[in-house]
């Protein structure tokens, strides 16, 4: 099945609903989008000479005619390549490259680096600025017929955030998307027409994955006219639509949660905040949920199994009484309905419940494969399971913990330490606003800890002679960092992730070793 066949669909069934839409304003009922949809698929096919089966990429900020160019190269059986918008010009042209894209579409505020990229990227031949004069030429273009799909043709190529070196283009398929979508509905929340999904984080990651199942049932698109998460623009968007839900970081929900202006929004039309992609720390959790009610769903993904490997439902959050609460809330919950998830030891053996080794993933949501990348590919799925890097352990009850990636485990004396344990502990220091933790090579121990702290706003800043007193109350005097790093902030990619290599390369400079 093509995804393009929701648009096409609704198109007839809810018309003159509200499909697409720029903050406050509708951009498009479902009849226009539908016949946009299609107009756009024809231009993309007869006016820019792309076949089935070739790459287009979106360059732009969020905004309506994102989606617009994204269900326009499906329907026309292309394969869409969203590319984060705040990547660096030469990123892009890697991943332009990499994925043999001749066709960008953009928008004004990434028309210069595109069209510069003509140049440097031999295949890529066209740049289409959206809105504009050829973007309007293509969506008042006749129609396509909606092109067949097989459920294994490739539909996104979602390059993953690389935080351990050049990303990586996980090929997802109209099967993944649509087991991604039909998850969704199972273990997070069934959509019908009447809600809306807000764009808030990029719709070349998490943002975009989440809003198909919204697309699928004829949810509204909403993007906001920032692009982006503000506050004070949520809060005004929540008295315009009702039934909303949105994908955000954790750092989002964070600060989404200790702002005034949002606390006191119309918290009734907001439906579900689904927060994942890094860890979401427990003092953090709590404060968020006190805020904002058991509105908060987690997910445990990668771009290798779009967004689906466990969740931690809303009831989960919600179930204050239950005896374990607090060590669900520090959990990912479960394995998600469409995937069998094990903990394996090095050798790909299923560990016994409690204990710690990397998490594996099998399902119709799991990606083909690295594009272009049979030696990666190979690696990452084998034997038949998706090996995600990070490392975690269920319980009795089959709530996973994760742990951390297993690149970030710090083995220090020979004991094993995990930074999120020694990062949870630290952030209950009212002082801490937020904190990482990495391992430094150190000839004694092999590695010595060392935390990056940066002050809370408005908080004086802790003493290292506090810090070490937190620690000491809550973990064991092995796990205490030998070293406290004070610093402004810490560095994060395009997707708000830390990145700890840069971290510990400053480490390593440093000693000189
Ligand atoms: P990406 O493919 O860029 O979305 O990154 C996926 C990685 O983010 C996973 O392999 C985990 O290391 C991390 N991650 C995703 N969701 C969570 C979560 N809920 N808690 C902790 N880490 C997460």
Not at 260 to 289: C, Q, R, W
Not at 335 to 349: L, Y
Not at 416 to 441: F, I, K, M, T
């Amino acid at each position: 099945m093509n995804l393009a066949s929701w648009v096409e669909r609704h198109g007839r069934r809810f018309a003159d609903a509200p499909a697409l839409a720029s903050g406050e304003r509708v951009h498009s009922d479902w009849a226009t989008f539908a016949a946009r949809t299609a107009s756009v698929a024809n231009g993309l096919r007869d006016d820019l000479g792309l076949s089935p089966g070739d790459r287009v990429a979106i360059l732009m900020r969020n905004r309506p005619e994102y989606l617009e160019a994204m269900f326009a190269a499906w329907h026309a059986g292309l394969v869409a390549v969203p590319v984060n918008a705040r990547l660096h010009r030469d990123e892009v042209g890697y991943i332009l490259d990499h994925s043999a894209t001749s066709v960008v579409i953009t928008d004004d505020d990434h028309a210069d680096d595109a069209a510069a990229l003509v140049d440097d990227v031999e295949v890529l031949r066209e740049v289409v600025v959206a809105p504009g004069e050829r973007w309007d030429r293509l969506t008042s273009a006749s129609a396509l017929t909606l092109v067949d799909r097989a459920p294994d043709h490739a539909a996104w190529l979602f390059y993953t955030s690389g935080t351990t070196g050049r990303p990586k283009g996980a090929t997802l398929t109209h099967r993944n998307l649509l087991m991604m979508s039909l998850s969704y509905h199972a273990d997070i929340d069934p959509v019908a027409p009447g809600d809306c999904v807000l764009h808030a984080a990029p719709i070349s990651h998490g943002s975009g994955l989440y809003g198909l199942p919204h697309v699928a049932k004829g949810a509204c698109s909403v993007v906001p006219e920032s692009g982006g998460a503000d506050p004070t623009e949520i809060a005004t968007l929540l008295d315009r639509w009702s039934g909303m839900s949105f994908f955000a970081a954790p750092i989002m929900v964070k600060r989404l949660a200790a702002d005034a202006t949002f606390a006191s929004a119309n918290l009734e039309h907001l439906k579900t905040i689904i927060y994942g992609g890094a860890p979401m720390y427990l003092a953090d959790l709590e404060a968020a949920l006190e805020a904002l009610g058991p509105r908060l769903a987690q997910i445990y993904g990668q771009g290798e199994t779009p967004m689906t490997i466990t969740a931690l439902s809303k009831a989960d959050h919600g179930d204050r009484d239950h005896p374990r609460w607090r060590e669900r809330l520090a959990s990912v919950g479960p394995a998600r309905t469409d995937v069998e998830v094990r903990v394996v030891d090095g050798v790909g053996r299923q560990l016994p419940t409690g204990e710690v080794g990397e998490v594996v993933v099998r399902g119709d949501v799991v990606m083909a494969g690295y594009w272009d990348q049979p030696d990666a590919t190979a690696e990452a799925l084998a034997g038949g399971w998706l090996h995600t890097g990070d490392v975690g352990s269920f319980d009795d009850d089959g709530y996973l913990t994760l742990r951390d990636r297993s690149k970030d485990l710090i083995i220090s004396g020979g004991m094993n330490v995990y930074p999120r344990e020694v990062e949870e502990v630290l952030l209950r220091h009212r002082g801490v606003g937020a904190v990482s933790v990495v391992g430094r090579p150190d000839e004694e121990w092999g590695e010595s800890i060392v935390a990056f702290v940066v002050a809370a706003d408005g908080e004086r800043a802790p003493s290292v002679d506090e810090l070490d007193a937190t620690c000491l109350d809550h973990i064991a005097r092995f796990k205490r960092p030998k070293d406290y790093r004070f610093v402004d902030s810490l560095p994060t990619n395009n997707y708000g992730k830390v990145v700890k290599r840069e971290l510990r390369e400053q480490l390593v400079t440093e000693s000189g070793t």
